[in-house]
Each structure stands twice: as structure tokens, then as C-alpha cells.
């Protein structure tokens, strides 16, 4: 609905059934409202601005579903045939049940976010920006929850905990040249986003995520989602904190595990910038992260077995390593070089595997150049393009270790939300150059 130009407003209804769930608990109605005022339009003194060309205020509430995956709430039959042979040639097929305990009340999820925000263009429409505040809570996850196996299940699917997020987005756009030949407009977006997990059942202290049960991504109550949790090593709280070494002259592992890191960066920041001169158009963008920890194993294996030039030391000295000893004096054992790096790294504990995943990088750079029409009007095409680009073409990540050349967006676990946090001997990323011609007719 629209009045008069300058208010308007949006609703609507969605609802989904999902067989994912039992009959009771299949269907799922979610709805949304937006609100936008443009003061530059209901306003007459406003109109005629040369500084303020448009205003909108925005505002809406919206909601999404979400289905999880299937056989959750029903006990699943596995059958395989010709699952092996006997000595005797007998044919064994299996039937078998799987260690997950169906759940038929469990629910779908349902996403809740607000968000308000402005739009604006200034200066002759040279200047354009785009606010938005947001918050957005998923109550009633759908996660699992482990079970004694001396129950017959080792996992159940159920609703709990509550996941908050709530940030900033801003988009900045400048148009530093524009006239009949030449164009240059510049862009940038910054995005902060804080997330908790809270109401958590009683009986669960800790979520896994991705990874393993004693080294992983996890969500524990009233964090951000996304600790990084494996094992420490053992600290003196009374000597600053300062950690153990044990008589051999190595760090002391502490028997207990815990919070390591935490993947969420503290904001990102992209630059992108186009400028066309004539038939050429030159485009580049720069993205930005600063903070959020990472596992790598890549960096710590390369550190670990001395084959980085990072570890370019004098291999025939004796070493001292810092901390303090179980008796809470400064420790003064002396070790190899190879204890350094190996036994109090790679066989240590999984915090020296954790660093700071703070990245730049260009991200995408490319050239293109179109046929002018006057060479085109005496052929048969339309228009003529030729475009050379190239992807991930440089980055650096200044918390990892120089000559290991580590790439923090390198992911053991692929599209998985957490990818970004934990990696574990994976391939290095790809740089990407390549051509193209585009012809129209």
C-alpha cells in the first residue's frame, strides 16, 4: 500500500508444510511488515534541495523458517543387501537401527528480526548512503543432543537455545568523476554483527558445532556463537598466568579443556571502485577482516617440522622457553630446537594451533573494453565485449607466520557456517585469472 508517493507499506504471509516433521507439527506460518517514509517527497521545502536529493526511513519486521533435516522424528531402518560373504559363500544382508532417537515433537524453527535503517543520496546524487540496524533471535533450535549410549542412542534432535544476532551495516558510495567520457565511483560497506546463545536446557552445558568432541567449533550458554574449544596449557594464575613446564623442560598440558578462541571476526570491511573512461571499464574490490581466531594445522605442521623459513634459527642451540616451573620459579631447563618447535607445538596442546585470522585481500580485480558502435553498425552484432578478471589474486594475513603463505579463508569444513574457524590439512586456495568475450546480437 502507498499514499501519495512518499509513504508505503508492506505486508505479507508465507506458510510452509514440511513432511520433515510429524502431522501436528508440519506447518509453519511466518509473516512480515515494512514501513518506508521519503521525507524528500512529502516535504515541499525538501524537494528542491541541491544537498539532500532523497531521504528514506525504513522499518520491518520479518520472519523465516527453517525445516532442519529429515528422519529426526521417527526411527530409521537401515537395510543393506549383499553386506558381505561368508567362508561358506552365505549371502549376509543387515538390517540395522541407527544411534539417533527419534523425536516426533520436534518443531521447525522460526526465525525473528527487526531492522530499521536509512537510505540516502546527497550532493547532486554523488553521494549515497545505506544504514541499517538489526536484531535478529532464532529461539527453539533444532539441536542435538547427546544420549548415554547405554540407552541404545547415542544423539536426539530436540528444540533448544536461543541464538541472538544484532549489528550494523553501512554502505558508503562516492561518485568522484562523472561526466561524458569518464566515470569513477567508489564503494564501501562495513558490517559488525554480535552474537550470544542463551536459554539453554539444564542438562546441556555445550553444543558441538563442527570438528571433534575434543577440538572443535561449540555454542556453550551466553557466548557468542562459534568458541573454538580444545586443550590449554596448564597456567600458575598466581605468577601472571604465566604457563607450566614441566622438569623434561616442556609445557604441561592441563587436564581440563576449554574456550581457545572465538571465530567471530570484530568487523569487515569491503572497498570496491569502478571507473570507465570511453569503451574501457576497470573494476577492483578490496575485502577486509579484522579479528576472530582460528584452528590451522597447516601453519602449525610447517612450524612444528621445521620446514617454513619462519624457523630459519640456529638448529645446534639450546633453548629456554618461557614460563614457570611446577614450583612456581622461572623456568631455566634448556632444550633443542626441535622441542621447540615439535613437542611444545604439534604434541603440545591445540591452543598453539589457534591464531589470529585477521586477513586483507583483493579480492577481485578485471579490465573490460566494448567495441564502439561505430565499428559495430556495418556488422551483424549488437555489441562486442572482451573482458580479462582475476579472483583472490593477493591477500595477507599478518598473524600467521610469514613464508607459510596460510590463507585464513582456506576451510577444512567447506560451506559449513563455522568454515572460517577450523582447518585441518586442507588444500591452499585457488587464485583465479581468465578471459572472456561476450557477444550480442
Known amino acids: ?36 517514509f521519503i521525507p524528500t517527497t512529502a516535504f515541499e521545502s525538501l524537494k528542491s534541495s541541491k544537498v539532500l536529493n532523497y531521504l528514506k526511513i525504513r522499518g520491518g519486521y520479518s520472519t523465516s523458517a527453517s525445516f532442519g533435516n529429515a528422519y529426526q522424528t521417527r526411527a530409521v531402518l537401515g537395510i543393506q543387501a549383499n553386506r558381505f560373504v561368508t567362508q561358506g559363500n552365505t549371502i ?26 536509512i537510505e540516502s543520496r546527497m550532493f547532486n546524487n554523488r553521494l549515497n548512503i545505506d544504514f541499517t540496524l538489526y536484531r535478529r533471535r532464532n529461539p527453539d533450535q533444532i539441536l542435538d543432543k547427546d544420549l548415554d549410549p547405554a540407552s541404545g542412542y547415542t544423539v536426539q534432535s530436540i528444540n533448544a537455545a536461543t541464538v541472538e544476532n544484532k549489528g550494523i551495516e553501512l554502505g558508503l558510495g562516492y561518485t568522484i568523476v562523472r561526466n561524458k567520457n569518464l566515470t569513477w565511483d567508489v ?29 572443535g567449533i561449540f555454542a556453550f550458554p551466553d557466548k557468542p556463537l562459534g568458541m573454538i574449544y580444545g586443550s590449554k596449557v596448564l597456567r600458575n594464575k598466581d605468577k601472571g598466568n604465566q604457563p607450566v613446564v614441566g622438569p623434561d623442560g616442556n609445557y604441561l598440558i592441563d587436564p581440563a579443556l576449554g574456550i581457545i578462541g572465538d571465530v567471530n571476526p570484530d568487523f569487515q570491511l569491503t572497498g570496491i571502485t569502478n571507473l570507465s573512461f570511453k569503451g574501457f571499464s576497470f573494476r577492483m574490490q578490496w575485502d577486509y577482516s579484522q579479528g576472530g581466531d582460528m584452528f590451522a594445522m597447516t601453519p602449525l605442521i610447517l612450524l612444528s617440522r621445521g620446514v617454513t623459513k619462519d624457523t630459519e634459527v640456529d638448529r645446534q642451540q639450546m633453548y629456554v622457553i618461557r614460563g614457570v616451573n611446577q614450583a612456581g620459579e622461572p623456568n631455566n631447563v634448556q632444550i633443542s630446537v626441535s622441542d621447540v618447535f615439535f613437542n611444545n607445538r604439534l604434541v603440545s596442546a591445540d591452543e598453539f594451533g589457534v591464531w589470529d585470522a585477521t586477513v586483507i585481500r ?80
Open 1 to 36: 500500500m502507498g499514499y501519495k508517493d512518499y509513504l508505503f507499506l508492506n505486508l505479507g504471509a508465507r506458510n510452509d508444510w514440511s513432511s520433515k516433521f510429524e502431522s501436528a507439527n508440519r506447518k509453519k506460518l511466518y509473516p512480515n511488515v515494512t514501513a518506508s
Open 92 to 117: 549376509i544382508n543387515s538390517n540395522t537401527l541407527g544411534g539417533r532417537r527419534p523425536n516426533p515433537e520436534l518443531l521447525p524453527e522460526l526465525s525473528k528480526e527487526v531492522e530499521v535503517g
Open 187 to 215: 564503494n564501501a560497506n562495513f558490517t559488525l554483527n554480535r552474537n550470544r546463545a542463551y536459554d539453554f536446557p539444564d542438562e546441556i552445558t555445550q553444543i558441538g558445532l563442527a570438528g571433534y568432541s575434543d577440538l
Open 362 to 441: 583483493l579480492r577481485e580485480m578485471s579490465l573490460s573494453y566494448a567495441l564502439p558502435e561505430s565499428i559495430l553498425s556495418k556488422t551483424p552484432f549488437g555489441g562486442v565485449s572482451l573482458t580479462v578478471s582475476g579472483q583472490n589474486l593477493w591477500y595477507n594475513a599478518p598473524a600467521f607466520p610469514k613464508y607459510t603463505n596460510f590463507d585464513p579463508e582456506t576451510s577444512t569444513l567447506g560451506v559449513n557456517s563455522f568454515a572460517r574457524g577450523f582447518e585441518l590439512l586442507t588444500g591452499p586456495s585457488s587464485r583465479r585469472i581468465g578471459g572472456s568475450i561476450r557477444i550480442t546480437f
